[in-house]
């Protein structure tokens, strides 16, 4: 209500965000285990043979909010989906137009509720604490602090959650979306150490607004810190227009912060790649 009354935000920010993306040629990767960031939420893992998504999206948000840079590569040109890894029911991180696009027939998992959403496709739904071994893929539900709603009628009737994800003994952290809370302390005491954290540090503009469900960069440092990562990546950023801040902000004052605390951190843009 309050962008829609100022519009100060859309004549603030371009059409386009000046962020830098590479368009991903998966000839160049094709065989080798990688993580790519793809833009807002949406991480590609191929890993020991196999290829896990995270909160894929690659267009419109809902057919409504544009996405302000282009997607690094269309879902169509990814190499078949063994899994879908989906935080929870908002129209940004569960998309159903791209969820049909994507090759292969990837298993879904969602947090408890957010299966109806699906209507039935064989997706599995996780509790929190809850786990599934998935062609040799370890998947714990995690709590966040978060919400999760689609419509008029369903706020929070399902859950909305974090993963871990060990492969072969490698153990990731996917934040999903979240708020700052304790429980990244319990989480790393339960579950941690984590080879790798995927933190969400954008859409944290108003801190009024937005504190208790999206962690600005230091927050997610902290989070990182938390969970005894060896190495902490920011998400949830560059894509979307959802906070005040500006888009090229929250990567770098997650840098910066992480430097200053001694925590090995790095920085994707949009079709970045590495090897973990």
Known sequence: MK???????????????SIPVKKLEFDKIAGREVLCFLGHNTVWLSLKGKSILFDPIFGTIGGVMRRRIPAPILPEELPPVDLVLVSHAHRDHLDLPSLKRLPGSPRIVLPLGAGRYLRGNG??????????LISGVRVV????????????????TSLWTGYLVEIDGLRLFFGGDTGYFEGFKEIGEEFGPFDLALLP???????SLMAPFHMNPEEAVQAALDLKARLAIPIHWGAYLLGDEPPHEPPQRFLEEARSRGLPARVLYPGDFFEP
Do not use: I, M, T
């Open 3 to 17: 962008w829609k009354a100022s519009r100060l935000v859309e004549r603030r920010f371009p059409r386009r965000f």
């Open 123 to 132: 997706s599995l739904e996780l509790d929190w604490l809850s786990e599934s």
């Open 141 to 156: 539900s995690l709590p966040v602090q978060h919400w999760a709603q689609r419509g008029l009628f369903d706020y929070n």
């Open 201 to 207: 540090c954008g859409a944290y503009e108003p801190r």
